[in-house]
């Protein structure tokens, strides 16, 4: 199965500062890769699919880049609502898998 | 509007059974793929089992044989029946709308809580 490692583990911003996360898969999984946001006790919502579109309702500070096997997530301006755990998501092999997540925190 | 919300949960013995719902409104689940994704304590999300449109089902190797994904299109519920539950299995259990390699999951329940301990 493929392997998601995103990385940093933890990101220490402030809002108002530039966010990129990454994820890099073990083998190419085309363009399936998509980016999801947990806050502390909700589900998962999703935000970018297909590598680059986001989901609806999601505001254009999230946008996502890559191909193949290196993907990032990028989040232009950090406002408050934005720290929170980010996992990415392949499905361009089966079984489909997720990263083991990336915790953006308050600096 | 979409909503999912799962039911089902609680604390179980090593080797006990249980079944998870998942009531969807606003959509039709018969008509979409519907997934079911865990989390562990403090961990990262597994995704579980898939049911597509045409009933066809997949499951991860981890819980293959022993849980069982369905879905009553009267009732617009989607279902999953665990067996022979280990400790490992302890987790939130979500249901999605979506999932495969056709699509992503676009709409989330809130989750239910499988604990399995003796």
């Known amino acids: 199965e493929v392997v998601l490692t995103q990385s940093p583990a933890t990101l220490s911003l402030s809002p108002g500062e530039r966010a990129t996360l990454s994820c890099r898969a073990s083998q190419s999984v085309s363009s399936y890769l998509a980016w999801y946001q947990q806050k502390p006790g909700q589900a998962p919502s999703l935000l970018i699919y297909d590598t680059s579109t986001r989901a609806t309702g999601i505001p254009a500070r999230f946008s996502g880049s890559g191909s193949g096997t290196d993907f990032t997530l990028t989040i232009s301006s950090l406002k408050p609502e934005d720290f929170a755990v980010y996992y990415c998501q392949q499905r361009g092999n089966w079984p489909p898998t997720f990263g083991q997540g990336t915790k953006l925190e308050i600096k | 509007e979409v909503q999912l919300v799962e039911s089902g949960g609680g604390l179980i013995q090593p080797g006990g059974s249980l079944r998870l719902s998942c009531a969807a409104s606003?959509?039709?689940?018969?008509?979409?793929?519907m997934s079911w994704v865990r989390q562990g304590p403090g961990k990262g999300l597994d995704w579980v089992s898939i049911?597509?449109?045409?009933?066809?089902?997949y499951y991860a190797d981890s819980v293959k044989g022993r849980f069982t994904i369905s879905r009553d299109n009267s009732k617009n519920t989607v279902y999953l029946q665990l067996t022979s539950l280990r400790v490992e299995d302890t987790a939130l259990y979500y249901c999605?709308?979506?999932?495969?390699?056709?699509?992503?999951?676009?709409?989330w329940g809130q989750g239910t809580l499988v604990t399995v301990s003796s």
């Open positions: 606003g959509f039709t689940v018969s008509s979409n793929y």
């Open positions: 049911i597509y449109s045409d009933a066809t089902t």
């Open positions: 999605a709308r979506g999932g495969g390699t056709v699509m992503p999951l676009d709409y």
